[in-house]
């Protein structure tokens, strides 16, 4: 007998076996740990983090499911199940993102030296309640309870949309630069209109109808009356 099989028989587990070559029998486990893949992929894709720590985002997503899924059968937790005591959500934080780890103790500090180092969230330990950070400066995995952590989601925004954004706010400023302009000078009347008027191409001043220093006139700022009279 080997040393797992002693210990399943020691601790009551019945291990089962599947057929070689047969995954089909193998649905329950296929199926957890798709669900474990795609918590990690999407724990990964949240802050880009690199796909180097994909065995920490398993982890940690392995660490949260035990203490958020409720089982179907006895309605609770798995961490209750085994504990047999309702499990602790409030240190969870967002895995990826920044955080800042106290350097404190660790190097001879001057006097103007950060406290603090940047680090990125890689999860929980397994063996002590204590936080997993990979420190930006040392390149190395600390496991340390004296951790700040910032949670923003500093998304991109979409670049067709930021287009949009600011092409309408440069052409709401133009705007209002012209207005202002406009009020400050008012656009004075030409002495005589007909030396500021430009004849179009086949177009003589003795054919204009009307007062040209008056500009253009649309149909809605005429006189319904009067352009019945001029129609008939």
């Known amino acids: ?22 995954p089909q029998q193998n649905g329950v486990v296929k199926r957890k740990h798709r669900s474990l893949e795609e918590l990690a992929r999407t724990m990964l894709n949240e802050y880009n983090v690199s796909k180097y720590f994909w065995a920490d985002a398993v982890s940690t997503a392995y660490y949260v499911l035990n203490r958020m899924l409720i089982r179907p059968i006895f309605k609770i937790t798995s961490y209750e199940l085994f504990k047999g005591k309702k499990p602790n959500v409030a240190h969870l934080k967002i895995f990826g993102c920044t ?12 006097k103007f030296d950060s406290k603090a ?8 330990s397994l ?6 950070v990979f420190n930006r ?13 910032d949670e923003a989601v500093d998304l991109e925004e979409n670049p067709l949309e930021s287009n949009k954004k600011t092409a309408g706010d440069e052409e709401y400023i133009q705007e209002a630069l012209d207005e202002m302009y406009l009020n400050d000078n008012p656009p004075s009347q030409p002495e005589d209109p007909e030396k500021c008027w430009k004849s179009p191409r086949g177009l003589s ?3 204009v109808i009307g007062d040209i220093s008056k500009g253009v006139i649309t149909r809605n700022m ?4 009067m352009n019945a009279t001029f129609v008939s």
């Not at 210990?7 to 047969?22: A, D, K, V």
């Not at 400066?137 to 952590?149: A, Q």
């Open 1 to 22: 007998m080997s040393h797992l099989q002693f210990f399943f028989y020691e601790n009551g587990i019945l291990h089962n076996f599947s057929t070689p070559r047969i």
């Open 99 to 110: 955080c800042f780890i106290s350097n404190n103790g660790k190097e001879n500090l001057g």
């Open 117 to 124: 180092d940047e680090a990125l969230f890689q999860g929980y």
């Open 127 to 132: 063996t002590i309640k204590t936080y997993r």
């Open 137 to 149: 400066r040392t390149l190395n995995v600390e496991e340390s309870m004296h951790v700040v952590f």
């Open 205 to 207: 001043l003795d054919n």
């Open 222 to 225: 005429n006189n319904f009356g």
